[in-house]
């Protein structure tokens, strides 16, 4: 799998919009940005900056970034502009004063000698598929996208009703499944249990996506009154999953069980003999390293299922 530019920029671009984000100058190919507090904190790691800016209480400066999301093109386009531009005085064989010319420019971004927002250095980044700072985006993006709690948009026309709308709540819960022995294959299970009859929904995020979803109390909307705790919910969304992962067909564990085995009894013959070492410290080293290639060997080849919690929130629905 991998990701095309405009997939890369959308991504980046709902990221920055989010954590409010100023946006300076933007195109197809790139965006020169002044990171909001929240989004410095994620993305910039200077822990001891922001300590001390909490501890004195000062207007914190943020950074500036050109994100660049396909630098060939960009650059192409960068170099063209950089030949047409119009001679400001320079004299024949003396080095550009522009900026833009420099050959830090290229890596660094544009030093502004009067910079108009935060510090005067403006870096550049190429965010491509697989780059570090896309990766760094998207575990900030799963990070603060862990709990959510949202309303559906009932539209304008609720507004001029007479009558409130009822909200249902439900709690959603996207698990991730992981089977693991040599081999691993994983498995995402979005299920969702109404707060108010305890119906569960398996694929809850289709729900989801056919609604938009807002992260205020709608106008003339009223919340239905809680039947389950969210603790209750939970609980029954557990006991549900592992229904459904107690009627999956487990071949693959014995498989693996069969392989462990076989691996085990090779390493058995293996140290048989040498295990019999007359030397009681050469062979406390030996039995040492038989014991760890036996736990290493049991720790890859042993079948386990894992379930971890990816995203869940509290979802207020239009009632049915």
């Known amino acids: 799998m991998t990701l095309s530019p405009q997939q890369v920029r959308t991504q980046v671009m709902n990221y920055l919009e989010v954590t409010e984000c100023t946006i300076i100058e933007a195109s197809p190919l790139h965006v020169t940005v002044k990171l909001s507090p929240r989004a410095d904190r994620m993305l910039t790691d200077r822990p001891y900056y922001w300590g001390f800016v909490e501890r004195t209480g000062v ?18 386009l960068a170099s063209g502009a950089s030949t047409q531009a119009p001679n400001r005085g320079t004299q024949p064989g003396a080095p550009s004063t522009d900026p833009q010319d420099s050959i830090l420019a290229r890596y660094f971004g544009v030093v502004p000698t009067q910079p108009w927002i935060g510090p005067g250095m403006i870096r550049r980044e190429d ?65 969702g249990i109404s707060l108010v009859t305890g119906a569960i929904i398996d694929d809850f995020g289709t ?101 971890s919690a990816v995203t869940y929130g509290l979802f207020h629905l239009r009632s049915t």
């Open 207 to 307: 729900k989801l996506t056919q609604v938009e979803l807002i992260p205020r109390l709608p106008e003339n909307v009223h919340i239905q009154p809680l039947e389950l705790t969210v603790s209750a919910g939970t609980d029954r969304l557990e006991a549900h999953l592992t229904e459904q992962l107690a009627a999956l067909d487990y071949t693959w564990a014995e498989e693996a069980r069969a392989r462990l085995q076989l691996e085990l009894s090779i390493i058995d013959v293996y140290y048989e003999e040498l295990l019999k070492e007359p030397d009681e410290e050469k062979r406390l080293g030996i039995d040492e390293q038989y014991n760890r290639r036996r736990k290493e060997t049991t720790w890859q080849y042993e079948p386990q299922v894992a379930v």
């Open 59 to 76: 207007e914190p400066e943020t950074l500036s970034f050109t994100f660049v999301f396909d630098p060939e093109k960009y650059d192409s």
């Open 127 to 191: 965010v491509i598929y697989g780059s570090k700072r896309l990766l760094q985006i998207w575990s900030a993006a799963r990070d603060e996208g862990k709990c959510l709690y949202l309303f559906e948009n009932p539209g304008s026309r609720q507004r001029t009703t007479v009558f409130s709308a009822a909200y249902e709540p439900w709690l959603g819960v996207c698990y991730k499944v992981e089977m693991t022995c040599d081999l691993k294959r994983e498995e995402l299970h979005f299920v």
